[in-house]
């Protein structure tokens, strides 16, 4: 199965954007549904946005729609989060998630391979 490695997660304003990757090990990444969570200290762990293997579906929580944007290149084995317009609340650490699916996945007991997490934090 696959491995993932997030990055790209930092300090950043409010309204500012950062772009996270989340890298996958392995030949059959094409195979895998991913996903995007975050946990903020003190809750429980949420779910941001799924993508689907194709990338021809795609799915987010409303805290985040309009906002981020989750993409992926399965010829580089990555996907990505893009998020803008950045609010205090979006401080969490930012995990990925993949699934061998056909669909899209969205709630964390489902995904059995996680990164370990990269820092998000917004704040003035």
């Known amino acids: 199965q696959v491995q993932l490695v997030e990055s790209g997660g930092g300090l950043v304003q409010p309204g500012g954007s950062l772009r996270l990757s989340c890298a996958a090990s392995g030949r059959t990444f094409s195979d895998y549904a991913m996903g995007w969570f975050r946990q903020a200290p003190g809750k429980e762990r949420e779910f941001v946005s799924a993508?689907?293997?194709?990338?021809?579906?795609?799915t987010y929580a409303d805290s985040v729609k309009g906002r981020f944007t989750v993409s992926r290149d399965n010829a580089k084995n990555t996907v990505y989060l893009q998020m803008n317009s950045l609010k205090p609340e979006d401080t969490a650490v930012y995990y990925c998630a993949a699934k061998r699916s056909i669909r899209l996945v969205v709630t964390d007991r489902e995904y059995n391979v996680w990164g370990q997490g990269t820092q998000v934090t917004v704040s003035s």
């Open positions: 993508i689907s293997r194709s990338g021809g579906s795609t």
